[in-house]
Nanobody, 127 residues
Framework: QVQLVESGGGLVQAGGSLRLSCAASGRTFRNYAMGWFRQAPGKEREFVAGISWSGSSTYYADSVKGRFTISRDNAKNTVYLQMNSLKPDDTAVYYC????????????????????WGQGTQVTVSS
């Protein structure tokens, strides 16, 4: 059974940084693309960033490009989201997700393409 456990959320002032981590278990981690999504109150869950199964490709939402960096450590079965220059609009619950299919050639960026989800971690950015 796949388990994804996020950590690293918290309260930070605007302009600050946080690093989220997601530890995965249950499938061969290195075979699957990973993604981060977020959901603010009253809004749909939205894609934030994704990284290919090999780690060679990354993709970001326009709203976080240049500020957030996704990375993975296949030896530790962990994916990270480094968030810099945080803004109040970044306030949301952040979810880690794992691709449904192994070794996909095109990096997934929609909710439907991700089959497994963590419980979420709250990120609050104060102004």
């Amino acid at each position: 059974q796949v388990q994804l456990v996020e950590s690293g959320g918290g309260l930070v002032q605007a302009g600050g940084s946080l690093r989220l981590s997601c530890a995965a278990s249950g499938r061969t981690f290195r075979n699957y693309a990973m993604g981060w999504f977020r959901q603010a109150p009253g809004k749909e869950r939205e894609f934030v960033a994704g990284i290919s199964w090999s780690g060679s490709s990354t993709y970001y939402a326009d709203s976080v490009k240049g500020r957030f960096t996704i990375s993975r450590d296949n030896a530790k079965n962990t994916v990270y989201l480094q968030m810099n220059s945080l803004k109040p609009d970044d306030t949301a619950v952040y979810y880690c997700a794992q691709d449904r299919a192994p070794q996909r050639t095109v990096l997934p960026s929609t909710r439907k393409q991700y089959g497994y989800w963590g419980q979420g971690t709250q990120v609050t950015v104060s102004s």
